[in-house]
């Protein structure tokens, strides 16, 4: 067994970095504090998904080894009581602490409130799987694999909340949608990777490697393309026609907006 210093470094570090490395992208700096916050509700709601991973063991047909179950089986539990279960946890976190946050006046706000949300949760599911084990190598491969994973469908549910905040006065029916979609696709993504894993099967732990290397380049692509967008967009659309705003002036329509501060007052 690896001495425990080394254990918890090994698992903690991967998280540390990434964490880093989408906060410095962003250029107008969050509040440390809500930061932290987030993180904790990360861990929070790993803890949740723990508990209800607890009580579903006393139910006679969900308590199933994965390994005796049929592919169909495999499936669904990957999707549904895994994918599912996890993203929407960790989702209530980052809409209801950080989409709804006063201090979200950026678009690449929510894709950092979305990774410190799942780091946070990769950090307790880090600690209690390399900790008991007390081997490097879970950590090493979780590092390369589970981490950034939680990370890169964090990525995506930011993207779809920022769209959705971007609609939010333009258009009601396309900001829902994105919402929807900020749970749909870090799901389906989720699922995926657990599916290809859970099955057993030699030719999906091929697509497995694929799959990841694919994962990881879209959502290093959408992280980089939302990191420059520098723009407030509280009054990005005019409330009235669904124009784009020069200040608080609609020059399509002609109507002058209320600012956020007078709407707040």
Known sequence: MAPLSILVLVAILPIILICLYVYNKDRDKEPTKLLVKLFFLGI??????????????????????????????????????????????????????????????????????????????????????????????VGVVRAFLAVPGHASNAIFMGYFLSLARIYKNKDEKISKRNIFLSILVPTILHGIYDFCLFASIPILVIIFFFFVMVLYAFALSKLNTISKEFIREDNLFCKNCGALLEGNFCPKCGMMQQSIEDEKN
């Open 44 to 137: 929070l709601s790993c803890s949740i998904v723990l508990a209800f991973s607890f009580l579903t063991s006393f139910i006679p047909f969900l308590r199933k080894d994965v390994n005796d179950m049929s592919l169909i089986g495999v499936l669904i539990y990957s999707f549904v009581e895994v994918a599912l279960v996890e993203e929407f946890v960790k989702w209530i976190m980052v809409y209801n602490f950080g989409y709804k946050s006063k201090h979200f006046d950026q678009l690449y706000d929510i894709v950092v409130y979305s990774v410190f949300v799942s780091l946070g949760f990769a950090f307790l599911e880090n600690i209690l799987y390399v900790l008991p084990q007390g081997l490097i190598r």
